[in-house]
């Protein structure tokens, strides 16, 4: 089957620019995490959803930062106001459920570069 | 909090090495642990994973045993292939609470023929 998929693959931006990422998980996934992937900081967690709702955003590294979910399904991480530390690549993960050592599959990413 | 700490890269090794790729953590309760790879130009993927103590995980000629005296899961193989050049991650996700898998630094390992 499908597996997670991302869009766009990559984005450069202007500094101060809003900028939309989108994630489809796979289809039956109840878990959906975002991460981010930088030289500087490695893989970084920053918010995870079961089903609709975000029980844990302690990730998130500013209040520019937010995302939802819809439908228990697809999910958007927007970042207002970009800076040019934003840059990075965005990594979408999906689970079935949120069980002990239950595996994440991983997205391609978004390559985000803000100018 | 927690944390995963790996061996720093780049590895380079010849093709048909023993591979050891060392990994160890520190986490409240009882993680669970995995091992990621991402080779290039491609996303993350599921190398092998330990849910609990003394668990051996394996996948493509890879195994790393879920240590807790130790809190380690090294990654070994017996013989690399050019094709096992790629960036590996060590990783761990709480037995309890948070689901978000905390990452180690990234081991790059080149093979050469």
């Known amino acids: 089957g499908a597996g997670v998929s991302q869009s766009p693959s990559n984005k450069v931006t202007e500094k101060g620019k809003d900028v939309e990422l989108r994630c489809d998980p796979i289809?039956?996934?109840?878990?959906l995490y975002w991460y981010r992937q930088s030289l500087g900081q490695g893989l970084e967690f920053l918010i995870y959803?079961?089903?609709?709702?975000?029980?844990?955003k302690s990730g998130l590294p500013s209040d520019r930062f937010s995302a939802e979910r819809t439908g228990g399904s697809v999910s958007t991480l927007t970042i207002q106001r970009t800076q040019q530390e934003d840059s990075a690549v965005y990594l979408c993960a999906s689970s079935l459920v949120t069980a002990v050592g239950e595996t994440q599959y991983f997205g391609p990413g978004t390559r985000l570069l803000v100018l | 909090g927690n944390s995963v700490t790996q061996m720093e890269g780049p590895v380079t090794l010849s093709e048909e090495a023993f591979l050891t790729i060392n990994c160890t953590y520190t986490?409240?309760?009882?993680?669970?642990l995995f091992w990621y790879v991402q080779y290039p130009g491609e996303g993350l993927q599921l190398l092998l994973k330990a849910t609990k103590a003394d668990d051996k995980g394996s996948n493509k000629g890879f195994e790393a045993t879920y240590r807790k005296e130790t809190t380690s899961f090294h990654l070994e193989k017996g013989s690399v292939q050019v094709s096992d050049s790629a960036v590996y991650f060590c990783?761990?996700?709480?037995?309890?609470?948070?689901?978000?898998?905390?990452f180690g630094s990234g081991t790059r390992l080149q093979v050469q023929p």
């Open positions: 986490a409240t309760g009882y993680p669970s």
């Open positions: 289809s039956g996934h109840t878990a």
């Open positions: 959803f079961q089903g609709n709702s975000a029980p844990d």
């Open positions: 990783a761990l996700s709480e037995g309890t609470g948070r689901r978000a898998l905390t």
